[in-house]
Each structure stands twice: as C-alpha cells, then as structure tokens.
C-alpha cells in the first residue's frame, strides 16, 4: 500500500505584513525582540531623537502602529504622529517625570501585536529607565513590519537614506 501525502493549503498572511518579518523561532507562540534593547545606536537619528525629545519618537511609534493595526498600510507622511495627541500627552507627562508610564503602555501594544516574549515590569523599567533605547527598538520592530509589507520604512531613518530605500556610502 503506497502512501502520498498530500501538500497541505497555507493559511494567508495577515493584513500588516509579516510581522515576524526576521523568521525568528516562536516559543509557546512568543519570540524575542527582532533587535536587542542596547542596540538602538544602529538606528542613530531614532536614538537622538529618542534622548532629546522622546514625545516625539513614542507619537511618531504610535501612529506608525496605529496605521498598520487600522489598515494594514504604512503612515506615509512623514510628520505624522510628531505633533499628536500621544506625543503632547508624553511630553506632560515627561515634564512631571512620569514619561515612562505613558511609553509602556505603548511598549506593551507593541509587544503584543508582535507576539513578544516580555512581562509587564520589565516593559514598565524599560520605559521609565531607559526611554529613548526602549523607543528606538519600537521603532525598529514597527519598521520591519512596514518593510514587509514593500515600503522603507517610516521610522526616522528615513530621512537617512534616499527615495530608494538603500543608504548612501561615503
């Protein structure tokens, strides 16, 4: 008695791209962080940005995210989310020293689209101690899903490299 196994049918990709767009293992249906916490200085203009004015990576992280969770499309324009509601809300929140607590929330909207490995007191120390790496690796995790889905990026690296998409050599 011979045995063919038949192919079976794949399910289709979810509206917002591959979002384990690095393959990485999932464990229990989590993964690690696509890019380690102390590595946003491969992303030096996010990183900048993130230490001097963190209100306006976390509202650019948000409408970034928001555009992907609504419609599955990449934010096209580029100032989107600067000057927002979630970034004023960070910056008075910045000023009375509590930043960090409206970046977790968004840290964990993250961590869960993307099926993160994570807890919430390890987000919450991320957030409030060390806001400007925590929002630098947002911001590369969202950028992967944007270029899964054929765009650049919307991420302030960006405005680092031409319309192409490939960075310049000096």
């Given at each position: ?102 970046g977790f929330?968004?840290?964990q909207q ?19 101690c060390c ?40």
């Amino acid at each position: 008695m011979a045995y063919n196994q038949q192919p079976h049918a794949t399910q289709p990709m979810q509206v917002g791209g591959s979002r384990n767009a690095n393959n990485l293992p999932l464990v229990d249906g989590q993964r690690e962080w696509s890019h380690g916490v102390f590595d946003c200085l491969a992303d030096p203009l996010t990183c900048v940005v993130s230490w001097f004015l963190p209100c306006v990576t976390y509202g650019r992280n948000r409408a970034r995210y928001n555009a992907l969770e609504m419609n599955g499309a990449v934010s096209k324009d580029p100032m989107e989310g600067v000057v927002s509601n979630d970034s004023i809300i960070y910056g008075v929140a910045a000023c009375f020293g509590c930043g960090g607590v409206v970046g977790f929330g968004g840290r964990q909207q993250t961590r869960g689209r993307y099926s993160i490995k994570g807890d919430t007191v390890t987000d919450f120390l991320l957030s409030c101690c060390c806001a400007p790496c925590a929002l630098t690796q947002e911001s590369r995790e969202i950028e992967l899903e944007e270029q899964s889905l054929g765009h650049a990026g919307a991420g302030f690296s960006q405005f680092m490299t031409p319309q192409g998409g490939a960075p310049t050599k000096a």
